[in-house]
């Protein structure tokens, strides 16, 4: 069974500081990884994708399949980039289906 | 487009009720999964729906089903609620296989 791993729950930095989210991930399979961000008292949103290699305000995230990591990094945080992160996995899980697992989530807080 | 539609947004019910959650898709998709987000967690697939029958289910007791119609949208049926049931309840809407998953603004459920 695949699996998703955000080992922060909390991550405080400043205003123009880097900041970077970690997850990690465990699946026998080739995994297709996303980043999805709820703002407060928004709807949970699609950030980002791996397979797609794009850069969405900013931020960036590599899919390190030696060290079962897709970490999310933006060089220079901003106040509006605080919010909830979740990295997702999609995997196949039979029948012709496929499912997307959430971690538990990042609480990204940037101090002015 | 109005994107994925849920209703109602809140809803309080008693222990031992039951429950029934809607969710339209957006436009084009034709997938439905069903997630439970309990406070400070991912979320937590519940099922997924695919012409009009279950195709995947998570971990979830019997006791949670649903339905969908040949429109594409569907409905999460909960019955005897638990106090633990409660949580806010998203729905995804696909194209089936593809990766691009559209998220509801969810339904709150509070069990009293």
């Known amino acids: 069974a695949q699996r998703v791993t955000q080992p922060e729950k909390l991550l405080s930095v400043f205003k123009g500081a880097p900041v970077e989210l970690k997850c990690n991930y465990s699946y026998s399979g080739s995994p297709e990884l996303f980043w999805y961000v709820q703002y407060s008292r928004q709807r949970l949103q699609l950030l980002l994708r791996?397979?797609s290699r794009e850069s969405i305000k900013g931020f960036t995230a590599d899919l390190n399949k030696g060290e079962t990591s897709f970490h999310l990094k933006k060089p220079f945080a901003q106040e509006e980039d605080s919010a909830m992160y979740y990295c997702a996995l999609r995997a196949y899980s039979g029948a012709g289906s496929y499912q997307l697992t959430f971690g538990k989530g990042t609480k990204l807080s940037v101090i002015p | 487009d109005a994107g994925v539609t849920q209703s109602p947004t809140h809803l309080i019910k008693t222990r031992g009720q039951q429950v029934t959650l809607r969710c339209s898709p957006k436009s084009g998709h034709d997938t439905v999964s069903w997630y439970q987000q309990a406070l400070g967690q991912g979320p937590q697939f519940i099922f997924q729906?695919?012409?009009?029958?279950?195709?995947q289910r998570g971990n979830f007791p019997d006791r949670f089903s649903g339905h969908q119609f040949p429109n594409y949208s569907s409905e999460l049926n909960v019955n005897a609620l638990l106090l633990g049931d409660s949580a806010l309840y998203l729905c995804a809407s696909s194209l089936d296989r593809s990766g691009g998953y559209t998220f509801g603004s969810g339904t709150r459920l509070t069990v009293v």
């Open positions: 791996h397979i």
């Open positions: 729906y695919y012409e009009e029958e279950e195709r």
